[in-house]
């Protein structure tokens, strides 16, 4: 199976400054048809997964424009240009370019 | 409004067998993927379990392949996951996942699986 690494897994922020979440994974998540199936969610308290990013630095519709996906092959990165209070919560990336789909252990954001 | 609903969750001693099923409803559902994606308690999401728009491929994870069954009638726009010989380990929320890319998840099903 494709592992899938984050870093840091836990990452304290002050509001109003950005935030990085790096995700490694094992293998090249290339796929035949030159993408790139690398996505990342984020799990509010108590609520299920959202997809923010799709496609390493596709933005999903409702997904605020502070959040912004980028990396290739190994090594992505999710950053928050500006934390608010409502970001708080944990990130997961996950790879869909190989069966089984993997997700990274997730990194908890707190303030 | 678009919405994935799951249910057939509960309690149940190991070895034993549940039925969970995800209607979906004002969202595209019979040209997509469907997962079962589950979470433990205080740990990451796992995936279990995907199927093809028309059935003719199903995925399962290592964990669950021989026990768990995944199946989709595209008429009632359901999907079911049929669990057998359940485990401890299969505690878990369980949550029905829309297309390759995950872009919506329901609200989960609890499975509890204990003596």
């Known amino acids: 199976d494709v592992v899938v690494t984050q870093s840091p897994l836990s990452l304290p922020v002050t509001l109003g400054q950005p935030a990085s979440i790096s995700c490694r994974s094992s293998?090249?998540?290339?796929?035949?048809?030159?993408?790139?199936?690398l996505n990342w969610f984020q799990q509010r308290p108590g609520q299920s997964p959202r997809r923010l990013i799709y496609?390493?630095?596709n933005r999903d519709s409702g997904a605020p424009d502070r959040f912004s996906g980028s990396g290739a092959g190994t090594d992505f990165t999710l950053k928050i240009s500006r934390v608010e209070a409502e970001d708080v919560g944990v990130y997961y990336c996950m790879q869909g370019t190989y069966w089984p789909f993997t997700f990274g252990q997730g990194t908890k954001l707190e303030s | 409004e678009e919405q994935l609903v799951e249910s057939g969750g509960g309690l149940v001693q190991p070895g034993g067998s549940l039925r969970l099923s995800c209607v979906a409803s004002g969202i595209t559902f019979s040209p997509v993927w469907m997962h079962w994606v589950r979470q433990g308690p205080g740990k990451g999401p796992v995936w279990v379990s995907g199927i093809k728009s028309d059935g003719s491929i199903t995925k399962y994870a290592d964990s669950v392949k021989g026990r768990f069954t995944i199946s989709r009638d595209n008429a009632k726009n359901t999907l079911y996951l049929q669990m057998n010989s359940l485990r401890v380990e299969d505690t878990a929320v369980y949550y029905c996942?829309?297309?390759?890319?995950?872009?919506?998840w329901g609200q989960g099903t609890t499975v509890t699986v204990s003596s």
């Open positions: 996942v829309r297309t390759i890319g995950m872009d919506v």
């Open positions: 293998q090249s998540l290339v796929y035949s048809d030159g993408n790139t199936y």
């Open positions: 496609k390493v630095s």
